[in-house]
Each structure stands twice: as structure tokens, then as C-alpha cells.
């Protein structure tokens, strides 16, 4: 039964020893972003002194107890590094608390500040504003005027502002005036500015995220003689840069499900370390020439899109893999996410409350844990390439399903046609479009050819979504809240169920039959029980059992009774 189940994949064990450091961990990082400074260091502390008590407790076990002193060791490591992140939640919390921007948060005055611009301008929608006039840009603190006071001190603030703001660039130092006020619970950064005025550069400085915003630009701008809808996808789907995305496709390819193909992810990290490793390969380079050079084109990668948490969790998630590839380790794929999700998260205890990081692990666990599952069900007869591409998309919205549902109650049935469907053309476009992107910037007539290739790609997968957000039925309305959660859970289960019984007819039959013989032999069971508690009920209770007899007719004999003092009387 296994077999016809999983196939060979499904006899292999499953390593869980890091899922409970990855629970850990996470559990902590939330929890320390809504808790002050002290309660995350009393947090700290318990979870040493519990890793000290798991510690002790597999010391003190058998040589035997292999398999407790693993747990016992496994416990102790969870504590350790949840302990690692709530000291690093509290040193947040503190910043945020004591920092050098809190009197000036506190006081809710105008402030003059002067800041240092780390990220590229996006566009934000805002009530009482257009998605068009109101920008959020990241940046650090370098000093503030308030109140006749001069603060200096390192602090991180996003900055929202209106005209002026979307020309910003990474690297320069900025003076402009607004309104501080506390960031929410959960975030990294220390304070949110509003600013009252634009942005006044009083200086400029080399940053290699600029260099990779203008290859970005320059990418959307090399892009803009192809067709409307390849002309915006294209640079969403390659960069992550939607900003020519037309609004229309953009509800199209919300209505089908398919807008993580408009944001940099880790299917696109994954085509992009494979495409770099069999170019090494090509020019025959050893395994960790291969890998080194693998891990440098990654990189360059993630600094070309940005560091997004979805990027940045699969970049590491690539590097783990390749690591373990190098060294020889294999079948663990688990294990890597796991590691990766735990780096990530003692780096920024703050992405534990990411909806899109939690929904970029959820997709990586189901295609850890169901796709190879899903594809060896498929018959042997269908390619490997299309099994894969239908188990990959299935499994990860098996899992994200239930967190899309809370997110927004809508059901759309047609979202797993549609990205099996877009499968095939992701590759080319975020392959050959990543070849164009630097193209575009150094040697622009160079770069006609990919992005003519990959625009055509982009412009199918456009009219995939345009086509299936027209059918009827495309969005259903969900039930909201925990119900429509456990709804969706349960359906992604029915799902599963429902897959393996369509591929395995000849297994469901012999189960089907399996459960009517089981079935028969319970009721004749119970049949002859039944029968034989009237068998054996043979004992008379000594009633006369010809009371309801009729009467014979005849004279009637008395009924003789023994006198009072016991004596009989004569017959008369």
C-alpha cells in the first residue's frame, strides 16, 4: 500500500528533528514582537534554564536511549536558539522603547530630521490618497532637530511622503520635516515619519541597491515596445517591479490566483541557482568551482530584485541546498527549509508576522512534503516535466489555501488549471528575462532578442490569466474567520483524497472490496449472536404455559387446599 501511495519516495524517512526548533523559534519571534523589552528578556532566561533541564535529562539517559537523548538534545537546541531570538526581540523592543527617536515620538511635534536612504520608493495606497501621490521609502536616522534639541543616533524609519519622494534613490542622505509616530507592534523598524515636506538632498553616496534599481528601471524601460500586457508582466515576473503592470491584468491574475507570478519568489530563485548550475557544468567546472559559482550568480540575483523576504528566504534556502549538494547530502529537503526558515528568523525575528514569508514557507513545505508524493501517483506514461509541473503547483496550494482564505474569503476554482497551465512558460521568462535585465542597461540593442522572447512568454501567461478571470464562477465568495479556515483545510484534505482515488482506481476497487467483506463479516456476526441468545434461552421460569389455551368444556374440579392445620380432608 505504501507504494502504490508514494511510490519509492514514500519508504524514506522523513527527518523531523529540526521541526520542533522551527516551531521554537517562530513561536518566540511572534510572541517578541508584541511583548515589551523585560518580558522578552524574562523569556530569554526561561528558555536557557529549559535548555539546561534538557540538557541534564540526555546526559542522564542510557547509552541505550538513543533515541531520547536525541529528542532531549533536539529540545535543548530549540531553547537555546529561541532564547537567541527573544534577546535579539528585546534589544528591538529596547530601541523602539528607549531609542534616541522616543522622547521626539512621545512629544508629537514636527521634527526636522536628516536620514540616509537604504531602500527604493514604492507606491502605497493610503486613505483619502491615489495609489499614484503617496511613496514609502526605507531609511536611517542620522539626526533629528526637535525642540531645539539635536539627536543622533542609528534607527531604522520608513518614510511616507507624497510628490517628490518616487525620485529618491539608495545612497542619499536626505533633510525634510514631518511627524514621527511609534511603529505597530511587529514590525522592525523603529518609527514611521509623515512627511510634511519633500525630500531636500544634501548629499550622495555609492550604494549598490541603486545600481540595481536602475537596472530595474532600465529593464521596464527596454520593455516598453512590446504589447501593454507583456510590456507590465514582464518586469513584475523577472524583478518583481510591478509598477507598468496594467490594474486590469492585475485583477485578472488575483481573480485566478496567479499573482505570486508578479512577485520574485522561490521558484524564481530556484530556475535561476539551476540555470547558473548547469552553466557550470557546461564549462565543466568541479563541484565546488560549480557551486561557488552557482552561489555569486544567487546573489547577484537577490541584489538585481531586492531583498524581499520571499527572496531572502529562498536565497538561503537555495544556498542550504547547495551546501548540502556539495557536501554530498541529499533527500533532506526538510531538513534545509527548516534551517533556512531558523536562520531567516534569527536574523529578523520581525518576519515571523509576514504573511509572505509564512505563505513562501508554506509553499516550499508542500512541495517538500507532497509533490514528489503527488507526482509518482501520476502514471509513468505522462512526462516527468508535466507530472511535476501539475504535483508542484497542487502542493503548495494545498497548504497556502487555508491562509489565502483568511486573507481574503474568496474561493477560485480555476487558480490550479490556470498555474499548471503558466507552469511551462515561467521558466523562459524568468530565465532569458534575467539574461535581459543587465542587457537592457549596458548594451540595450543587445537585449531585443531575449526580451522578445521572453515577452512572448510573459504575453501567454497574460492572456492565460485574461482567459480564465472571464469564465464563469472565477471567484466564489468564501465564508470568512476561523470557519472558512477549517472549510478550506478541510477541502485541501478532500483534495488529496479525491487526487489519489482518480489515479488509483484499481487500489480504491480492492479497498472498496476490502470494506464490503469486512462489513459482511460484522453483521453476520451479529446475526448469529443475535440467533444464539435465543437458543440457549431454553430454561423454563415454571409458570404454566397453558393459561392462555382455551377452556375445555366439562364439569370443573375443585381446587384443593390444605386445611389451616395442615391436615387434608378426605375426598368426599
Not at 535561476?272 to 565546488?288: Q, W
Not at 490550479?416 to 549596458?442: F, H, K, R, W
Not at 522572447?453 to 470568512?480: D, H, I, Q, S, T
Request: glycine residues 12%; hydrophobic residues 50%; proline residues 7%.
Amino acid at each position: 500500500m505504501a507504494e502504490s501511495l508514494g511510490g519509492p519516495e514514500a519508504g524514506k524517512r522523513i527527518d523531523l528533528r529540526l521541526v520542533p526548533v522551527v516551531m521554537v523559534t517562530w513561536s518566540v519571534a511572534l510572541a517578541g514582537g508584541f511583548i515589551g523589552a523585560a518580558w522578552s528578556v524574562a523569556l530569554a532566561g526561561a528558555l536557557t534554564v529549559m535548555g539546561g533541564v534538557f540538557l541534564v535529562l540526555g546526559r542522564r539517559q542510557r547509552p541505550s536511549g538513543v533515541r531520547a537523548r536525541t529528542l532531549f538534545a533536539t529540545l535543548a537546541l530549540a531553547c537555546v536558539l529561541g532564547a537567541a531570538v527573544a534577546v535579539h526581540c528585546g534589544v528591538s523592543a529596547d530601541h523602539r522603547e528607549n531609542g534616541p527617536l522616543a522622547p521626539a515620538v512621545a512629544a508629537d511635534d514636527g521634527v526636522v530630521i536628516h536620514v540616509l536612504i537604504t531602500g527604493s520608493p514604492a507606491a502605497v495606497r493610503s486613505p483619502g490618497h491615489s495609489s499614484d501621490d503617496r511613496w514609502m521609502v526605507d531609511a536611517s536616522l542620522i539626526d533629528l532637530r526637535s525642540e531645539g534639541s539635536v539627536v543622533r543616533g542609528s534607527a531604522d524609519i520608513v518614510i511616507t511622503g507624497g510628490d517628490g519622494w518616487q525620485n529618491v534613490r539608495p545612497g542619499q542622505r536626505i533633510r525634510t520635516t514631518g511627524t514621527l509616530k511609534q511603529a505597530r507592534d511587529g514590525q522592525s523598524e523603529a518609527v514611521l515619519l509623515n512627511a510634511s515636506s519633500g525630500p531636500v538632498v544634501t548629499g550622495s553616496g555609492f550604494d549598490v541597491r541603486q545600481t540595481a534599481a536602475d537596472v530595474r528601471k532600465g529593464f521596464v524601460a527596454a520593455a516598453q515596445w512590446l504589447p501593454e500586457d507583456p510590456a507590465g508582466l514582464l518586469p513584475g515576473m523577472v524583478t518583481g517591479d510591478t509598477s507598468a503592470l496594467p490594474e486590469s491584468l492585475e485583477a485578472a491574475m488575483k481573480t485566478t490566483g496567479m499573482t505570486h507570478l508578479t512577485a520574485v519568489s522561490g521558484a524564481n530563485c530556484s530556475l535561476v541557482l539551476g540555470g547558473f548550475i548547469l552553466l557550470a557544468r557546461c564549462f565543466r567546472l568541479v563541484r565546488p568551482a560549480a557551486g561557488a559559482f552557482a552561489a555569486c550568480g544567487l546573489l547577484s540575483f537577490v541584489v538585481m530584485v531586492g531583498p524581499d523576504p520571499s527572496v531572502l528566504r529562498a536565497a538561503v534556502m537555495g544556498a542550504v541546498g547547495l551546501a548540502a549538494l556539495t557536501g554530498g547530502l541529499r533527500g533532506r529537503s526538510l531538513t534545509f527549509l527548516c534551517l533556512a526558515t531558523t536562520i531567516l528568523l534569527l536574523l529578523d525575528p520581525a518576519m515571523a508576522a509576514n504573511v509572505g514569508f509564512l505563505l513562501s514557507v508554506l509553499a516550499t513545505l508542500g512541495i517538500v512534503l507532497l509533490a514528489t508524493r503527488i507526482a509518482s501517483w501520476i502514471p509513468l506514461w505522462v512526462p516527468r516535466w508535466l507530472a511535476a509541473g501539475i504535483a508542484v503547483p497542487l502542493s503548495a496550494q494545498l497548504l497556502c489555501g487555508p491562509v489565502i482564505v483568511a486573507l481574503q474569503p474568496q474561493f477560485t476554482p480555476y487558480a490550479l488549471i490556470a498555474n499548471v497551465a503558466a507552469g511551462p512558460l515561467v521558466a523562459p521568462v524568468t530565465i532569458v528575462g534575467t539574461i535581459a535585465a543587465p542587457l537592457a542597461t549596458v548594451l540595450p540593442w543587445l537585449a531585443v532578442v531575449p526580451i522578445a522572447v521572453a515577452g512572448a512568454c510573459a504575453g501567454m501567461v497574460a492572456g492565460l490569466a485574461r482567459f480564465f478571470a472571464a469564465l464563469p464562477g472565477a471567484a466564489l465568495p468564501w465564508a470568512e474567520g476561523p470557519i472558512g479556515i477549517m472549510a478550506m483545510v478541510l477541502s485541501s484534505i478532500v483534495t488529496m483524497l479525491v487526487v489519489w482515488m482518480s489515479l488509483h482506481p484499481a487500489d480504491v476497487k480492492r479497498l472498496v472490496m476490502g470494506l464490503h467483506g469486512v462489513v459482511i463479516v460484522l453483521l453476520e456476526r451479529g446475526a448469529r449472536r443475535r440467533h444464539g441468545r435465543l437458543e440457549a434461552c431454553k430454561v423454563t421460569s415454571g409458570r404454566n404455559h397453558l393459561w392462555l389455551l382455551p377452556k375445555t368444556p366439562g364439569p370443573r374440579v375443585p381446587r384443593r387446599t390444605p386445611s389451616v392445620g395442615g391436615k387434608r380432608r378426605p375426598p368426599p
